[in-house]
């Protein structure tokens, strides 16, 4: 029970050899502290954001009743604001240590800094990350645009939600609450990618003694995901194909019609076509040497450029000063990629609808199935397949290091198949080229046999 306190009455008090003392007095939350040792100080204890807190106001009888007692009230006004004493005076006292100018105890700096030193050293995805946690590059700093230090917040996120608040003061509770409210807005699998997110930057956030647990530790990924297999037919291909020749006649199109294409040719993964710049490309030997630093196994790639691939090279404009092939400022590739897809399948439907109309078909009835960009690398590879390329070679093409050459063959099987895989994606491109231009095709399945 609290009681009023006085400085006689102080005096008096003796330590207990065997525990601490704590007693209150009747300013809320106020205590006066005696250690064993006999040791004295005053402390206030609050809660805030759901957890209780101490915050050490000085020594006793250095720091007297009456400063105690209009300390612990201007901390209770700011702790009415919605302010946490104790976590800035932590965070202030680790910015000392450190010398660094930037608040570490606002989430959102926090996660500025996760990308900025971490996540873009250590992975070529860390624009994703970025997002996925809710950062943005900002648009007007053209020349800052690759700075995460300067990325805007995007409304909606998981910064945006809890930007404003320390760190460590974000609960497991939270984070679930969070994630449901993400499923039950459609998220689905993507809720599962931003947990991951959230994970890693709270684990990197103890590594920079920044908080001692991570909230996200026995929160499950919110949705169940199933393995995809979807393939895209012959008919599909083609008006695909074709709808991405009318995005790139398009002013906020053309960069993204020919990364699509060189997707479905090429085989390889989206952000490394993405990402694809001119000095990886040998027109000479019609190959691209995709770097291991981008190769998401972090191993080097040497990929045929078929005929049709080198055509859509040779008309993709370079943007003077610029080493990206697909970009639109030249300081990074083009981002977006979602919209675009969107508006390859508004233009995939309507011309799935002409040739309804030319057939008599009732064009309400015209539906596309859903896909995704990355089924443009299961489909040349089932593609490929189909028409008897060696499932090995396939993997070759694909940058695997599972299937055919995981564990033990893999470390013995160095033979690179580079013959078959030039014959492999010329195969698979003429088979493409065929399909989309409405001519007879002229690719013969090989029936076992390297290509």
């Not at 101490?54 to 209009?70: D, I, V």
């Not at 509770?173 to 998220?187: A, K, N, Q, V």
């Not at 699509?260 to 952000?271: I, P």
């Not at 080097?300 to 990206?324: C, E, F, Q, Y």
């Amino acid at each position: 029970m609290s009681k009023r306190l006085s400085e006689p009455t102080l005096d008096k008090i003796k330590p207990d050899p065997n525990k601490r003392l704590e007693i209150p007095d009747t300013v809320a939350g106020l205590y006066f502290i005696v250690q064993p040792s006999g040791r004295r100080s005053w402390a206030l204890r609050y809660r805030q954001f759901g957890r209780t807190r101490k915050l050490t106001l000085g020594g006793f009888p250095q720091f007297k009743l009456g400063e105690a007692r209009s300390a612990a009230k201007a901390f209770l006004e700011r702790i009415d604001r919605g302010e946490d004493p104790a976590t800035d005076k932590q965070i202030d006292k680790r910015r000392r240590l450190r010398g660094e100018g930037i608040d570490q105890s606002r989430f959102d700096n926090v996660a500025r800094l996760f990308i900025a030193r971490h996540a873009k050293e250590k992975t070529k995805s860390w624009l994703t990350t970025a997002n996925r946690l809710g950062l943005v590059p900002d648009k007007t700093l053209a020349d800052r645009s690759d700075d995460p230090l300067t990325f805007v917040v995007r409304k909606g996120s998981a910064v945006d939600k809890w930007g404003h608040r320390p760190i460590e003061t974000i609960e497991r509770r939270e984070i679930i609450s969070y994630l449901d409210d993400l499923i039950s807005g459609g998220m689905g699998a993507g809720a599962n990618r931003i947990r991951a997110a959230l994970s890693k930057l709270f684990n990197w956030a103890i590594t920079r003694d920044l908080i001692e647990l991570n909230p996200c530790d026995k929160v499950d990924a919110p949705a169940v995901e199933t393995s995809r297999d979807r393939v895209l037919d012959d008919a599909e291909i083609k008006v695909i194909w074709n709808a991405s020749m009318n995005l790139s006649k398009q002013e906020l199109g053309r960069p993204f019609g020919p990364a699509f294409r060189l997707l479905m040719l090429t085989a390889q993964r989206r952000d490394e076509v993405i990402s694809m710049k001119w000095s990886e490309i040998d027109f000479v030997k019609k190959q691209w040497i995709v770097p291991a630093a981008r190769s998401k196994n972090k191993k080097a790639n040497v990929v045929h450029l078929s005929a049709a691939a080198m055509d859509i090279l040779k008309n993709t404009p370079r943007l003077k000063g610029s080493d990206l092939v697909f970009t639109t400022n030249g300081h990074r590739p083009i981002s977006g990629l979602s919209r675009a897809k969107r508006n390859l399948d508004a233009d995939v439907i309507a011309i799935m609808k002409q040739e309804a109309a030319k057939r008599g078909d009732d064009v309400t009835k015209v539906e596309l199935p859903e896909w995704r960009i990355h089924d443009f690398r299961r489909t040349a590879a089932s593609g490929m397949a189909r028409l008897g390329i060696r499932l090995e070679v396939i993997e070759k093409i694909l940058n695997h290091q599972s299937g055919v050459f995981a564990g033990v063959a893999g470390v013995y099987q160095r033979f690179e198949f580079s013959d078959e895989r030039t014959g492999a994606l010329e195969t698979w491109s003429r088979f493409v080229t065929s399909l989309v231009s409405d001519q007879p095709t002229n690719v013969v399945p090989i029936a076992g046999r390297g290509a």
